[in-house]
């Protein structure tokens, strides 16, 4: 996987629950925002903030051939206040909640700015320390002679503090990303107005490999073990030389599927149901919607250009035939021993159908020693098509 590809996931990663559906900021799912990557303010009220201000990673990396460092990238949203002022006949303003210009309307609320801080080259070596600063500002945009919209943002800073150390013939890699606003904040808005929302990093390393603490080679499966995680989680994203840590739980390697048309800013659901619940919404309701958040008027809009040939490719393409290696994500919990084989390589000996028009994949596990016999006796593993992703060329054992 790319650095592209790799980014276009934690891009996802970073607008994990912005916006749910119905993408309307009256819903009462979109009133307590900003779910999972929260550095809050050290300072915060604990009574009305309960965010911890910190998280940190450990993972493993094989040093190659030359001098080996890691590119950090810490990817975060800062928060942006949209106010709506509406012009009274005698020139003054006042704060609304919404101001409707012919069909147009916008409504106050708290939008979001992608921030990036990249810290490049950082040795495999002893300890370094960062100092985050990201200023604050305000944009203002009128709104013909109705008002005008003014958007405001707060300073955030931070500490991150990258430390390796040596285990056995491995590298272990401590990144911790603390918040440390040093000022107090008194309710849930304003701690959020210093906060580093949807915090996760990117790590690129150079004449260094990355190795999976959730499916550890051998070698390394104690080192794996001695490694510990505080809300941020090390998954390999592209080959080894790319590695996710996110404030989620992912497998390694996850992707974006390529039937997907853009985001929908949960992750975890189906693409073909959120079409088609927005093409569902009333006119109204997606006219409030647009009028919520710039980036829900791009879901609506996309939503309501879906062709049926686009529908078509949302309900599901199978991608695996007889003999091809997939990688088993079981997600149906029809059965608990297939816990067990998540993770798992396993080789396709058919897909089939049911009665029911149901497709299943029968498989044999690449590491289970009495997979000739169970495919000599026809005895399988069943998995559904969205249970299974299929392992890419270097990924192969």
Same mark, same amino acid.
């Given at each position: 996987m790319s650095l592209a590809a790799a980014r276009a996931v934690a891009d996802a990663v970073l607008y994990e629950g912005y916006l749910l559906y119905p993408y309307r #900021?009256? *819903? #009462?799912k979109n009133r307590t925002r900003w779910q999972f990557g929260v550095l809050g303010p050290p300072s915060a009220a604990g009574t009305a903030f309960g965010e911890a201000p910190d998280m940190s990673m450990q993972c493993l990396l094989a040093p190659g051939a030359g001098v080996p460092t890691v590119t950090v990238r810490l990817r975060f949203l800062q928060v942006q206040a949209r106010e709506v002022r509406a012009t009274r006949p005698d020139g003054t303003e +006042?704060? &609304? $909640? +919404? =101001?409707?210009?012919? +069909? $147009?309307?916008?409504l106050t609320w708290d939008e979001a700015v992608e921030r990036e801080v990249v810290l490049p080259d950082v040795p495999l %070596?002893? +300890? &370094?320390?960062f100092a985050v600063s990201v200023p604050g500002g305000q944009d203002e945009e009128p709104v013909g002679d109705a008002g005008r919209i003014v958007r405001r943002r707060w300073p955030l800073s931070a500490d991150v503090r990258v430390t390796v150390s040596p285990d056995g013939e491995h590298r272990r890699l401590t990144v911790a990303v603390t918040n440390t606003h040093p000022g107090p904040a008194e309710d849930r808005s304003q701690a959020l107005r210093h906060s580093l929302l949807s915090a996760h990093l990117l790590l690129e390393a150079r004449n260094a490999a990355f190795l999976s603490v959730i499916d550890p080679p051998p070698e390394a499966v104690g080192a794996a073990a001695r490694c510990s995680q505080n809300r941020c989680w090390p998954v390999l #994203?592209?080959?080894? %030389? =790319? =590695? =996710?840590? *996110?404030?989620?739980i992912l497998y390694d390697h996850p992707r974006i599927a390529e039937q997907s048309r853009g985001d929908l800013f949960d992750s975890t659901e189906i693409d073909e149901i959120l079409t088609l619940r927005v093409m569902t919404m009333t006119d109204q309701e997606k006219a409030e919607a647009r009028a919520t958040d710039a980036r829900a008027a791009a879901i609506i809009d996309r939503c309501d250009a879906a062709t049926p040939a686009d529908l078509q490719r949302l309900h599901g393409t199978c991608h695996v035939d007889k003999g091809s290696l997939v990688r088993i994500r079981p997600n149906r919990r029809a059965d608990a021993q297939d816990l067990f084989f998540a993770g798992r390589i396993a080789r396709v000996a058919a897909v089939v159908e049911d009665v029911d028009g149901g497709t299943h994949v029968a498989v044999t596990l690449l590491d289970d020693p009495a997979a000739d016999l169970h495919d000599w006796y026809g005895r399988y593993l069943y998995f559904a098509p969205d249970e299974l992703v299929p392992v890419a060329p270097e990924e192969e054992p």
């Open positions: #900021a009256s *819903a #009462a +006042e704060r &609304v $909640t +919404e =101001l409707v210009v012919g +069909e $147009t309307s916008v %070596d002893g +300890e &370094v320390r #994203a592209g080959g080894h %030389d =790319l =590695l =996710l840590g *996110a404030p989620i």
